[in-house]
């Protein structure tokens, strides 16, 4: 009678894990939307995503999904524990997630999946509450890459090296090994799978190399000849960095061997051509990797009843703007692509508009699984919007984003925040470090962008007295996000900025 009792528990609980889909979580690093061709960009037609593109075409596409902080460590921490930066209080590349934040593999393996975390992490602290690991230790190198992994010695000391592999094919191979080999099969499976490419400095596997050699890559329309923004002139002081000798801070050129006695425009475009084919040539790399995994699944048996989403850590800029790297809330940097394949519930080739930010993504993986959202949450599953159903009448109608690392680096970028709404967005630059500092603060200003009429982002609204009542309604709609986020910046310094400058 035991034995039977104890054959019937395990009959069950095996129906019961085969209810549930295995969720396959794969992103990218600064993937950004421009280098895909299902997201239709001028770089579309070079085909470097027929894979992700094909996996789009059989499920769905969202168009308006946006990180809170364009930058990885913070994103990557709103996407494990559903909360903004200022509440999980990873607000910069230098902190780290406590391992009791760890609240999307916490929460997954208390609803019987099994958990893997594979690739890059960057969050510092061990991935304890994986039921695997085995992760790149910070940024981790393209070639030959060590990973970490549970042992017998402690973290971070169990090291494993992959001797002559490109990190994009050995993340994919310790992520198949797992799933063929290593995984309990009684269990559906949540696995993130998490690429390092394509990460500036970009370095291809050598069987890319030639890839795109021949093909003068589009350039953006805003790339040369920028309108001043509303902090100032990049002539008057150079902001950000970028691609041609306008913005010289991270010194993209003498990077990439660029002739530096050539004056523009060649040099932006030699810069630009050289930069770009690195990318997608790990973009491409990306790609295909992808197919091994859905090969995979597909071969296994188990595609059909496996939700599969790819997105990146943020977006990134691909010289628009004469930018490169991202941290702007300017679109491109803001944006991040979203592809989810599950044909169980998802109708063939929809594509989706709703405001969509990445404390989402935590929540909607856990309805997926058949999970509430937990209380501590801040986002919001979307799993109506996957599920092709109407849109809640109280959706977000706008999203916020701030940006804190001030200057940082010799990317140079201002302190700013912001919402972005269904069709306008608007920015505030306060442009001082997270402690009110006075040193190396930059001017505050203000801009306003039409993104129906003007996507590329050229043309400053903020002065326009045509749009003061808009200005007025959005400054409401970012003070009253501020307020929900408890993010009321409590140092002096910065409440001046903010007090002195809400107006003008």
């Not at 630009?272 to 699944?297: A, H, M, P, S, T």
């Not at 984003?401 to 630059?429: D, N, Q, S, T």
Request: proline letters at 5%.
């Amino acid at each position: 009678m035991k034995y039977c009792f104890l054959f019937f528990c395990f009959t069950v609980f095996s129906i019961h894990a085969a209810d549930k889909p295995n969720i396959l979580f794969i992103m990218s690093d600064d993937h950004t939307t421009q280098a895909f061709g299902i997201y239709g960009s001028r770089l579309a037609a070079l085909n470097m995503t027929p894979n992700l593109d094909l996996l789009a075409n059989q499920g769905i596409r969202f168009d308006r999904v946006y990180c809170n902080n364009a930058i990885c460590t913070p994103s990557r921490a709103s996407i494990i524990t559903g909360q903004y930066s200022q509440t999980n209080g990873i607000l910069d590349l230098r902190a780290s997630l406590p391992t009791d934040k760890q609240y999307l593999p916490i929460e997954m393996k208390r609803a019987g999946y099994e958990t893997a975390m594979i690739g890059k992490w960057h969050l510092k602290n061990e991935p304890q509450n994986f039921d695997y690991y085995c992760v790149l230790p910070g940024q981790g190198k393209y070639f030959n890459p060590e990973f970490r992994l549970r042992g017998e010695r402690p973290w971070p000391e169990n090291t494993m090296l992959m001797t002559g592999t490109h990190s994009s094919d050995a993340i994919t191979d310790i992520s198949l090994e797992w799933l063929r080999e290593k995984r309990d099969t009684s269990k559906a499976f949540f696995m993130m799978h998490h690429f390092k490419a394509p990460h500036d400095m970009f370095e291809n596997a050598p069987r890319y190399d030639s890839y795109l050699e021949d093909v003068i890559i589009p350039e953006p329309v805003n790339l040369h000849n920028q309108p001043a923004k509303g902090f100032g002139s990049a002539a008057s002081r150079p902001y950000g960095a970028g691609v041609t000798k306008a913005h010289p801070s991270w010194g993209l050129g003498k990077k990439l061997g660029i002739d530096q006695s050539l004056s523009e425009p060649a040099y932006g475009k030699a810069v630009y051509q050289k930069y770009l084919k690195r990318y997608l040539r790990c973009v491409k790399g990306v790609d295909d990797n992808v197919k091994r995994l859905i090969d995979f699944l597909k071969e296994s048996g188990v595609y059909e009843n496996t939700v599969v989403i790819y997105t990146g850590d943020q977006g990134f800029l691909l010289g628009e703007h004469d930018f490169m790297d991202k941290r702007w809330m300017y679109e491109e940097s803001m944006r991040m692509p979203l592809i989810i394949h599950y044909p169980k519930i998802i109708k063939r080739g929809s594509v989706n508009n709703w405001l969509i930010n990445n404390t989402d993504f935590a929540p909607t993986i856990l309805a997926l699984a058949g999970i509430q959202t937990p209380g501590y949450m801040q986002g919001i599953s979307f799993l109506d919007a996957i599920e092709g159903n109407d849109r809640p009448a109280n959706w977000r109608k706008v999203t916020y984003y701030r940006y804190w690392m001030h200057m940082a680096h010799k990317l140079r970028v201002p302190a700013h925040f912001g919402i972005r709404g269904e069709r306008y967005k608007l920015i505030f630059f306060y442009g001082t470090d997270k402690d009110g500092s006075s040193e190396n603060s930059t001017p505050a200003a203000w801009e306003l962008y039409d993104m129906s009429t003007d996507p590329h982002e050229m043309n400053n609204l903020y002065d326009k007295p045509a749009y003061a009542s808009l200005i007025g309604k959005m400054k409401q709609e970012l003070k009253d996000a501020r307020l929900e986020l408890g993010e009321q910046d409590m140092n002096e310094h910065i409440l001046a900025i903010i007090d002195k400058n809400w107006d003008k």
